[in-house]
């Protein structure tokens, strides 16, 4: 059962990964340019594959994951663009449960609305604000959606906004989101917003003793949690050859970063990679939900 503590949100060490990366607004020729152009009729696309378990030590699924992609081909260009999302909800009875689900929800319609409508709908123009804030402004709507479904409750999230080769992530608590190149090599593109973690940068344990220290599940930051929320936000590119992970704890926790780039990378398509993915983690123990979504950029 996860845990948020009361502390260590102020001065906290700030990592690479949360620099202030803006994004700007989407102009007519910013959109054009980041359409590909295929003479040959080739249309590129997001490939995508996804597996959720409840584990073998739970009675209920507190995970949730949220995912739609599309593109957009015409006069021989194309726009690839897609949502992705992973959550896992914290709190007693069915809090936990109400909170990953009203989380994804809310962020999901309001990129839909505030991105997604107003591009590729009847009459198109630019949205209003950059990716980053569109983003941003979600989470936070999502914050206070799960106030309001699931008194008491919380969740983490983890997020990417992607549109054409740019990803935007959006991240609070201690989901993941990995880079898992072919070649073998896979970066963890988010930081864990836990006590541990903290305590790690501060110097007060080492890396090692993270790993089975008895609180390594209280959170620092989650949604739902206390009236403020700072979500880190920031840019990426798609692995060229390669896969976006997003995934809970459920898995990461139990299945080394090593052991899930030989799954991904060995698997003939990312579907079966995402459901190779759960089952190394029920077999691990599965102690935890488990949650997997796998997106491939394929030109």
Same mark, same amino acid.
């Given at each position: ?7 260590? !949100?102020?001065? !906290? ?23 590909? #152009? ?7 696309? &997001? ?5 959720? /378990?409840?584990?073998? !030590? ?15 081909? #015409? ?12 959550? /896992? ?8 449960? &109400?909170?990953?689900?009203? *989380?994804?929800? %809310? ?36 914050? !206070?959606?799960? #106030? ?10 983890? +997020? ?27 970066? %963890? ?17 080492? @890396?090692?003793? @993270?790993? +089975? ?18 979500? /880190?936000?920031? +840019? ?9 992970? &997003? ?22 398509? *990312? ?8 089952? @190394? %983690? ?8 488990? @949650? %997997?979504? &796998?997106? #491939?950029?394929?030109?």
């Amino acid at each position: 059962m996860k845990q948020i503590a009361k502390f260590f !949100r102020r001065n !906290r060490k700030t990592s690479g990964l949360e620099r202030p990366t803006a994004t700007m607004p989407i102009n007519p020729g910013q959109f054009s340019e980041s359409i590909g #152009q295929n003479g040959d009729g080739h249309v590129n696309q &997001l490939v995508t594959g996804s597996a959720i /378990d409840v584990g073998q !030590r739970r009675e209920n699924n507190e995970d949730a994951m949220l995912g739609f992609s599309g593109n957009l081909a #015409q006069d021989g260009k194309n726009q690839v663009f897609g949502f992705f999302a992973v959550a /896992d909800g914290m709190g007693g009875h069915r809090n936990g449960e &109400l909170a990953s689900e009203f *989380a994804l929800r %809310a962020v999901g319609n309001h990129v839909m609305s505030n991105l997604y409508n107003p591009l590729f709908g009847p009459n198109p123009k630019p949205p209003q604000n950059s990716l980053r804030e569109i983003l941003e402004s979600g989470l936070l709507e999502a914050h !206070r959606q799960v #106030q309001r479904s699931a008194p008491g409750g919380g969740c983490t999230i983890t +997020t990417a906004l992607i549109f054409g080769t740019q990803v935007v992530i959006g991240h609070v608590g201690d989901s993941r989101a990995y880079s898992v190149y072919k070649d073998g090599r896979i970066q %963890a593109l988010t930081q864990d917003h836990t006590l541990v973690n903290r305590l790690v940068d501060m110097g007060e344990i080492t @890396a090692e003793e @993270a790993e +089975t220290h008895p609180q390594k599940s209280v959170l620092i930051r989650a949604l739902g949690q206390g009236s403020d929320m700072e979500a /880190d936000i920031f +840019t990426s590119i798609m692995p060229q050859q390669g896969y976006l992970l &997003l995934c809970t704890d459920g898995l990461w926790g139990v299945v080394s970063d090593s052991e899930m780039q030989k799954i991904i990378n060995s698997a003939p398509n *990312a579907n079966l990679a995402a459901e190779l993915l759960v089952e @190394a %983690a029920n077999k691990a123990g599965g102690p935890d939900n488990i @949650a %997997a979504i &796998l997106v #491939q950029l394929v030109d």
